[in-house]
């Protein structure tokens, strides 16, 4: 392996993990830096949250990073209109 090249280590495989689906993201952003994401599916009775998970913000960015590589996806920054805007 090349020197300048980061060995990414093997993570350990939880094998009582389900696998979910899900096809919406909630995310707030605590005082403290920390990301509490929240992962929902969308039934025909309405939305089913699947999964809750709290982050730093720093891993989460880093995070961000390697879906916009592996998805080929990197959007560009809107125009700041003044207020941050909550779109859905």
């Known amino acids: 392996m090349p020197e300048n090249e980061k060995k ?12 979910i689906f899900v096809d919406n993201l909630l995310v707030a952003i605590r005082s403290d830096n ?3 994401l929240r992962f929902a599916t969308e039934l025909p009775e ?14 989460l960015k880093r995070m961000i ?11 560009s920054k809107e125009k700041s209109k003044g207020k941050r805007s909550s779109k859905s």
């Open 8 to 19: 990414i280590p093997e993570i350990a495989s939880n094998e009582n993990l389900s696998s």
């Open 65 to 75: 990073d390697v879906l916009c590589r592996q998805c080929d996806y990197f959007p």
């Open 34 to 36: 920390i990301a509490y």
């Open 46 to 59: 309405g939305m089913r949250e699947e999964a809750r998970i709290m982050v730093p913000m720093e891993h």
